[in-house]
């Protein structure tokens, strides 16, 4: 059963750094892309970054490029979201998501593109 888990939420200040992990189990990682999406309360499921099957193409939602990094590593059926510069409306309920594509696509822009999510990790940003 694929299963998707993800971890390193937290509270942090303005201007810090959170390490978002997403472990997967019960499928090929390898041929999957993964997405982050996240949700504020009263907002819509909105795309933050995704990584292709190879790794080898990444996407940022204009709001967080240059301020968070999306990496890989296929040996531990784990990707990763690098969040730096916090911002206060980073908060959200931050999901990941995957489906099987092409290993250079991945998309960041509509949520119905990945069938599986996992429950989601809370991210606070605030003084």
């Known amino acids: 059963q694929l299963q998707l888990v993800e971890s390193g939420g937290g509270l942090v200040q303005p201007g810090g750094s959170l390490r978002l992990s997403c472990a997967a189990s019960g499928f090929t990682w390898g041929n999957y892309a993964i997405g982050w999406f996240r949700q504020a309360p009263g907002k819509e499921r909105e795309g933050v970054s995704c990584i292709s099957s190879s790794g080898r193409s990444t996407n940022y939602a204009n709001s967080v490029k240059g301020r968070f990094t999306i990496s890989r590593d296929n040996a531990k059926n784990t990707v990763y979201l690098q969040m730096n510069s916090l911002k206060p409306e980073d908060t959200a309920l931050y999901y990941c998501?995957?489906?099987?594509?092409?290993?250079?696509?991945?998309?960041?822009?509509?949520?119905?593109?990945?069938?599986?999510w996992g429950q989601g990790t809370q991210v606070t940003v605030s003084s």
């Open positions: 998501a995957a489906d099987s594509y092409g290993s250079s696509w991945c998309g960041v822009k509509d949520p119905t593109d990945y069938n599986y």
